[in-house]
């Protein structure tokens, strides 16, 4: 199973956990990341963050480190 922040640029993954925890996890799914949503990887930022990526119609920028806490396949 790889994370979200290991797709690469031009992927579409779908989400299959989302291992954060409290705030994190609300943030995470105020977003409409949710379980079994098709994410396509835009952009990736070469050195930091963000990684901005197309969550049910909507372009939506994403840290590094929430995008690690997203399970994908």
């Known amino acids: 199973m790889q994370t979200l922040?290991?797709?690469s640029c031009g992927q579409k993954?779908?989400?299959m956990k989302i291992t954060g925890?409290?705030?994190v996890k609300r943030r995470i799914m105020d977003m409409g990341i949710t379980k079994?949503?098709?994410i396509f990887v835009r952009k990736v930022a070469p050195l930091g963050d963000p990684m901005e990526?197309?969550?049910r119609?909507?372009?939506l920028s994403l840290r590094k480190a929430d995008a690690k806490m997203i399970?994908?396949?």
């Open 36 to 38: 079994g949503v098709e």
């Open 53 to 55: 990526v197309m969550v």
């Open 57 to 59: 119609g909507y372009e």
């Open 5 to 7: 922040r290991e797709a």
């Open 71 to 73: 399970e994908v396949e």
């Open 21 to 23: 925890e409290g705030p």
């Open 13 to 15: 993954v779908k989400v």
